[in-house]
């Protein structure tokens, strides 16, 4: 059973930082597609950020671009989302994501990703 929880979520000044983590069981990172995405009240999940585990490659939101990072540490079996630059529109419930498909793909759509964290809360305050 594979299982992503994920925390560092919390309340930050516009401008600051947070680091999110996700630590995975039951799958590798490595040998997954990780992403991560957002949900705010009343509006579908989209997508912010995603690493593929053939390649390494990333992939962003156009939103979150030059500001986030997303990356794995495969020896701690987690994934990361640093943010930097934080604004108010950014807060949002976030969620880690797994996709066991084939190498050459990463997707980025929230139906294509078959594992799913629970969430973690960011508030950027003004």
């Known amino acids: 059973q594979v299982q992503l929880v994920e925390s560092g979520g919390g309340l930050v000044q516009a401008g600051g930082s947070l680091r999110l983590s996700c630590a995975a069981s039951?799958?590798?990172?490595?040998?997954?597609?990780m992403g991560w995405f957002r949900q705010t009240p009343g509006k579908e999940r989209e997508f912010v950020a995603a690493?593929?585990?053939?390649?390494?490659?990333?992939f962003y939101a156009d939103s979150v671009k030059g500001r986030f990072t997303i990356s794995r540490d495969n020896a701690y079996n987690t994934v990361y989302l640093q943010m930097a630059s934080l604004k108010p529109e950014d807060t949002a419930v976030y969620y880690c994501?797994?996709?066991?498909?084939?190498?050459?793909?990463?997707?980025?759509?929230?139906?294509?990703?078959?594992?799913w964290g629970q969430g973690t809360q960011v508030t950027v305050s003004s």
């Open positions: 994501a797994g996709y066991g498909g084939s190498g050459w793909y990463t997707p980025k759509t929230v139906k294509e990703y078959q594992y």
């Open positions: 690493i593929s585990w053939s390649t390494a490659s990333t």
């Open positions: 039951g799958r590798t990172v490595s040998s997954t597609h």
